[in-house]
């Protein structure tokens, strides 16, 4: 006669944690879409009065949007997250005759660029000094400091597949505050430290775009349509603020993307603007 009950048992068992599994997976979906909706809440780029948009770089991948006429004047360039070739950094070192710093700790390519000054680096940028396996990590701040270009004019391209949060993180805000413009590539959606970060940015710059990379459209970043998205931040000191401009700005028609024979993912655009 036990043994009925002693079934019973099992099953209301088994479905109290076959309960408890479904319960969990609801509130981590939940608290991952409120996340990624922070997130997608803080990246509200707006109009400068003052910013004159150009595409620096490669027509697709590899190209970015910086103000223009707000680049000189210039000391130096950094590269972030370099490859084979360095599109932007060529563009940047000779229309403005300045060096480019490159960074990049796994590739052993080195780019060159005819009429053009790079200076290799075989590191990466990191929130601390140090080997982690073969490769050698420095700060932002540390490689600013050693190439002599602390409180100079310099502007800053990243792409280093989601080591920016820890490396911005560890950068002090006396340094943002002193980077005239810099243009990047942001990787993820799931980790709360992407919107310290993005705060943190804030603060000593504007966002003035923002552009979905079409080789990461996924439907589980949500409401964010992909999980790698360019923007751009110009220093609130040489920015000046267009207030009559609705926010989120427009999208520049000089984005592209960045593969040119896949189907784009951009956000709607507000009905204001349809």
Same mark, same amino acid.
């Given at each position: 006669?036990?043994?009925?009950?002693?079934?019973?048992?099992?099953?209301?068992?088994?479905?109290?944690?076959?309960?408890?599994?479904?319960?969990?997976?609801?509130?981590?979906?939940?608290?991952?879409?409120?996340?990624?909706?922070?997130?997608?809440?803080?990246?509200?780029? *707006?109009?400068?009065?003052? !910013?004159?948009?150009? @595409?620096? +770089?490669?027509?697709?991948?590899?190209?970015?949007?910086?103000? =223009? /006429?707000?680049?000189?004047?210039?000391?130096?360039?950094?590269?972030?997250?370099?490859?084979?070739?360095?599109?932007?950094?060529?563009?940047?070192?000779?229309?403005?005759?300045?060096?480019?710093?490159?960074?990049?700790?796994?590739?052993?390519?080195?780019?060159?660029?005819?009429?053009?000054?790079? *200076?290799?680096?075989?590191? !990466?940028?990191?929130? @601390?000094? +140090?080997?982690?396996?073969?490769?050698?990590?420095?700060?932002? =701040? /540390?490689?600013?400091?050693?190439?002599?270009?602390?409180?100079?004019?310099?502007?800053?391209?990243?792409?280093?597949?989601?080591?920016?949060?820890?490396?911005?993180?560890?950068?002090?805000?006396?340094?943002?505050?002193?980077?005239?413009?810099?243009?990047?590539?942001?990787?993820?959606?799931?980790?709360?430290?992407?919107?310290?970060?993005?705060?943190?940015?804030?603060?000593?710059?504007?966002?003035?775009?923002?552009?979905?990379?079409?080789?990461?459209?996924?439907?589980?970043?949500?409401?964010?349509?992909?999980?790698?998205?360019?923007?751009?931040?110009?220093?609130?000191?040489?920015?000046?603020?267009?207030?009559?401009?609705?926010?989120?700005?427009?999208?520049?028609?000089?984005?592209?993307?960045?593969?040119?024979?896949?189907?784009?993912?951009?956000?709607?655009?507000?009905?204001?603007?349809?």
């Amino acid at each position: 006669m036990k043994r009925p009950s002693i079934r019973m048992t099992f099953v209301i068992i088994a479905l109290a944690a076959a309960a408890a599994v479904v319960i969990g997976d609801l509130a981590h979906q939940a608290a991952g879409r409120k996340l990624r909706g922070a997130i997608l809440a803080e990246l509200q780029p *707006v109009a400068l009065k003052n !910013c004159t948009l150009k @595409r620096f +770089g490669s027509a697709n991948d590899g190209g970015y949007l910086m103000c =223009e /006429n707000l680049v000189e004047p210039l000391d130096a360039g950094y590269s972030y997250g370099v490859g084979r070739n360095d599109d932007w950094g060529c563009e940047v070192s000779r229309r403005y005759h300045v060096p480019v710093h490159q960074y990049d700790c796994f590739d052993p390519a080195r780019p060159t660029c005819n009429g053009g000054t790079f *200076v290799f680096h075989d590191e !990466c940028v990191g929130d @601390r000094t +140090g080997y982690r396996e073969s490769r050698f990590f420095d700060t932002l =701040e /540390n490689q600013i400091r050693k190439n002599g270009d602390t409180g100079r004019r310099v502007i800053i391209k990243m792409d280093i597949e989601g080591a920016e949060w820890d490396s911005l993180l560890a950068a002090p805000d006396e340094l943002l505050a002193s980077i005239l413009q810099i243009a990047m590539e942001l990787h993820g959606y799931d980790d709360p430290k992407i919107v310290e970060v993005i705060r943190k940015l804030k603060r000593n710059f504007y966002l003035v775009n923002l552009h979905f990379n079409n080789w990461s459209c996924t439907p589980k970043a949500a409401p964010l349509p992909a999980w790698a998205y360019q923007v751009h931040w110009v220093n609130r000191r040489i920015g000046v603020l267009d207030t009559a401009m609705p926010v989120p700005a427009p999208m520049s028609p000089l984005n592209a993307p960045d593969s040119p024979t896949w189907p784009d993912c951009q956000l709607r655009p507000p009905r204001s603007e349809l």
